[in-house]
């Protein structure tokens, strides 16, 4: 069964400073998919960033990057200049193809990071 | 285009009672999925529905819950006979359409307090 794992339950960041949120995941498939999702006090869950694994691209989104490393099984967050909107939960999710038997809707998530921002 | 709306926001109930959770989904989204969200855990899949039919039942317990997205109104997840550890977020998602490629929109969940 696939598993993630999120080592850091806290971490901080000054404003405008950069940090980075640590996941790890277990799993025998080939394809597919990772996630960073944010979970700000209003407990909406709110996409930041996808990767697929058969693209060996890191992911980009505005300040929002990740470091994706396949073969370590590593799929980490990284935030630059962060803003102190950016002060969250951030969960990292995993999602088998669907053509490989995957479920569309069955993410596995992590146990959660949760970020600080210090003005 | 209103994102995934689900009420009531925050929900009490005895214990014994029962809870039903409404979702309606985005707009022409016609697949929805329950997650439950117990205190400093992730979210973990319970449900997947498409209309009238359900898909994937492979996280929901197998007694006391229910869940149905009839071809008309929104989406029921039902908690029969509650229990203290029924106590938890639970968060209803959508997409339009089934594929790789597909997002999930979610909602900003239920709070379910069991007395």
């Known amino acids: 069964a696939q598993t993630v794992t999120q080592s850091q339950p806290e971490m901080s960041v000054q404003e405008a400073e950069t940090v980075t949120l640590s996941c790890t995941y277990d799993?025998?498939?080939?394809?597919?998919?990772l996630f960073w999702y944010k979970q700000p006090p209003s407990r909406q869950m709110i996409l930041v960033i996808r990767?697929?694994?058969?693209?060996?691209q890191n992911a980009t989104e505005n300040r929002f990057s990740v470091n994706f490393q396949k073969a370590a099984k590593s799929f980490s967050l990284k935030i630059s200049d962060s803003q102190l909107g950016d002060a969250a939960m951030y969960f990292c999710?995993?999602?088998?193809?669907?053509?490989?038997?995957?479920?569309?809707?069955?993410?596995?998530f992590g146990k959660g990071t949760k970020l600080s921002v210090k003005p | 285009n209103a994102g995934v709306m689900q009420n009531p926001r925050h929900l009490v109930r005895r214990r014994g009672q029962e809870a039903r959770l409404r979702c309606s989904p985005m707009?022409?989204?016609?697949?929805v999925y329950w997650y439950r969200q117990l205190p400093e855990e992730g979210l973990k899949f319970m449900v997947y529905?498409?209309?009238?039919?359900?898909?994937?039942e492979s996280g929901m317990p197998k007694e006391r819950f229910s869940a149905e997205f009839p071809k008309e109104g929104p989406s029921i997840l039902r908690i029969q006979q509650v229990v203290r550890g029924d106590s938890a977020a639970y968060f209803c998602a959508s997409s339009q359409r089934t594929g790789d490629n597909e997002k999930l929109f979610f909602g900003s969940g239920t709070q379910l307090s069991v007395l």
């Open positions: 990767q697929e694994a058969y693209k060996q």
């Open positions: 999710a995993y999602r088998g193809s669907l053509n490989y038997g995957g479920s569309q809707g069955n993410l596995i």
């Open positions: 707009k022409g989204h016609s697949h």
């Open positions: 529905l498409q209309k009238e039919n359900i898909i994937d």
């Open positions: 799993t025998s498939e080939s394809d597919y998919y």
